[in-house]
């Protein structure tokens, strides 16, 4: 009879747990998929945000403001932190879900900058900081909420569900873009159907704030609510405390810093690599990055329940060591899958398309499209649009924008190769909420966990790539000065994120303990 009580119990918490990690899950994913569509449409959002006369500066310029976002992310830990080990879990992120939704609403009804000039990147990226404020709030918080309710031993496994939002985020945020784009068309996504992804996050906002509703509050903090032990002054015990500082900066240079530039290469640069450098073309761009994404999101929960058994350390770090040493050799082998320059075209074989197309405003815009074929199946399409002004024999600068076409055989080796960094994102990911969770006691966890992950994920993982894009353009600038000064130019954005997991590699390797910190919940 008492075992039967007993399996039933068992049976009772594990659905309640499973509830908590739907509805954590549910929000998050969304907050993820409103962060990650900036991101995604980059090329589009520069320019229709900043002047075109200068492509790469547009480029650096959106990419910047999607920086931004993820600068402001520790301010944002500071602030729902704080509320949060005061007020509570459930209330602080749902206050950041419906701050996150109303901004990237907001974004997708910005005028251009054709329409009000400087307005237009000023306002994007006032919603892009509130953004990031939210989303510093959000993580820490829906962490903190799971893994107060995971038995102990076992969350490393139960939080890795929260790990897989980020990249279902991200995987989701690809597919809306994709289906609206083939739904509406190249043209017309690119001038006002851009805008349908971030509108239509306003509904999936509004469901998860009724789920949220009706969750509870975490027991491990409604049980230090009752007993009178909340935390005074959160802030003052996270960072005013030497011991407490100490796991702080460890949690950030032994961990979280290494874990945000593989989680940063491994997924945007990744993307932004082939989409720019590798110029492959837009959907099918997308489809490899969504692929290896839907195959890899697994081995968050096997490598979070793995974390359980054999620590966090070795895992987190085995991930950062094989990004810093593969890394350089993944990325030449993509950049030469889709290099046409060696590759042999099929003799004169190439088809022009033109057209000639009066705009609203009486200016002819001719687009013409050369399709290159090559002897392995690889297909390149020049597009070349060039506008003449009304009444005038001014021929305005003209946009030449590449894609190629990979091969089937180049798509898959494309997907693994991406698949493999996407693995490495898995590794360090998966165990680290598990593992800031246990660094903190309970009733400063919300404070103390979120400002290392954010500054670790938000600045140095945020700047990825901004910084990788930046290297490269100076890289190339400086081979048209000097040509051959800089080998493979197009390898150079990858120091920086070699750089900071290397350093966040020894550090955690020699100060470390892999096994799990366990804090009391005091």
């Known amino acids: 009879m008492l075992a039967n009580k007993a399996r039933a119990k068992q049976a009772v918490d594990k659905r309640t747990l499973f509830s908590v990690i739907s509805a954590s899950s549910v929000g998050t994913l969304i907050e993820w998929y409103d962060f990650y569509i900036f991101g995604s449409l980059a090329a589009i959002l520069s320019s229709q945000f900043f002047p075109k006369d200068n492509p790469t500066a547009a480029l650096l310029s959106t990419l910047a403001t999607f920086a931004a976002g993820f600068i402001v992310r520790p301010f944002g830990a500071l602030v729902f932190g704080r509320l949060g080990d005061l007020v509570?879990?459930?209330?602080?992120?749902?206050?950041?879900?419906?701050?996150?939704?109303?901004?990237?609403f907001a974004i997708g009804l910005i005028p251009g900058y054709a329409t009000i000039g400087f307005w237009a990147p000023l306002l994007v990226l006032v919603l892009r900081l509130v953004q990031g404020l939210a989303l510093g709030g959000e993580y820490g918080g829906a962490a903190t909420y799971v893994a107060e309710y995971a038995p102990e031993g076992r969350r490393g496994f139960y939080t890795s569900f929260i790990q897989t939002t980020a990249t279902l985020g991200l995987f989701v945020s690809l597919g809306v873009i994709l289906l609206t784009r083939q739904a509406l068309g190249v043209d017309t996504f690119a001038e006002w159907g851009w805008r349908v992804p971030f509108l239509l996050s306003i509904l999936l906002v509004a469901v998860s704030i009724v789920i949220r509703m009706r969750m509870a509050e975490s027991p491990l903090f409604s049980k230090l609510k009752t007993e009178g032990k909340i935390s005074k002054n959160p802030l003052a015990e996270s960072f005013g405390k030497k011991q407490n500082l100490k796991m702080v900066l460890l949690a950030l240079f032994g961990a979280t810093a290494g874990q945000g530039v593989i989680w940063y290469t491994g997924q945007f640069y990744a993307l932004s690599f082939i989409q720019k450098a590798c110029n492959i073309e837009f959907v099918q761009s997308n489809i490899i990055v969504a692929v290896a994404l839907l195959a890899a999101t697994p081995f968050f929960v096997i490598f979070g329940g793995l974390s359980d058994r054999i620590g966090r350390k070795s895992i987190m770090l085995a991930g950062m060591l094989l990004g810093v040493l593969t890394y350089r050799p993944i990325y030449d082998k993509m950049y030469s899958l889709a290099d046409v320059s060696q590759k042999q075209e099929f003799g004169d074989a190439r088809t022009i398309d033109s057209k000639l197309v009066k705009q609203p405003n009486g200016d002819l815009l001719t687009t013409t499209t050369t399709t290159h074929f090559y002897i392995d199946g690889t297909l390149l399409k020049e597009t070349q649009k060039s506008t003449k002004a009304i009444g005038s024999a001014k021929q305005l600068p003209s946009e030449v924008s590449k894609a190629v076409l990979l091969t089937t055989n180049d798509l898959i080796i494309m997907m693994l190769l991406i698949f493999v960094q996407v693995l490495y994102v898995t590794m360090v990911y998966g165990p680290i909420a598990?593992?800031?969770?246990?660094l903190f006691p309970t009733r400063i966890r919300y404070t103390s966990m979120s400002l290392p992950y954010h500054i670790g994920?938000?600045?140095?993982?945020?700047?990825?790539?901004?910084?990788?894009?930046?290297?490269?353009?100076t890289a190339t600038k400086a081979n048209e000065t000097a040509p051959g000064s800089v080998a493979k130019p197009y390898l150079e954005g990858l120091w920086y994120p070699i750089l900071v997991a290397g350093v966040c590699f020894v550090i955690g390797l020699l100060y470390l303990n892999n096994r799990a910190y366990s804090r009391a919940d005091d």
Do not use: D, H, Q, W
Request: aromatic share 12%.
């Open 88 to 104: 509570g879990r459930k209330y602080t992120f749902l206050v950041t879900l419906v701050l996150m939704g109303g901004s990237t």
């Open 434 to 438: 598990a593992f800031l969770v246990e």
């Open 457 to 473: 994920n938000g600045v140095f993982g945020g700047l990825t790539p901004f910084i990788a894009t930046a290297l490269v353009a």
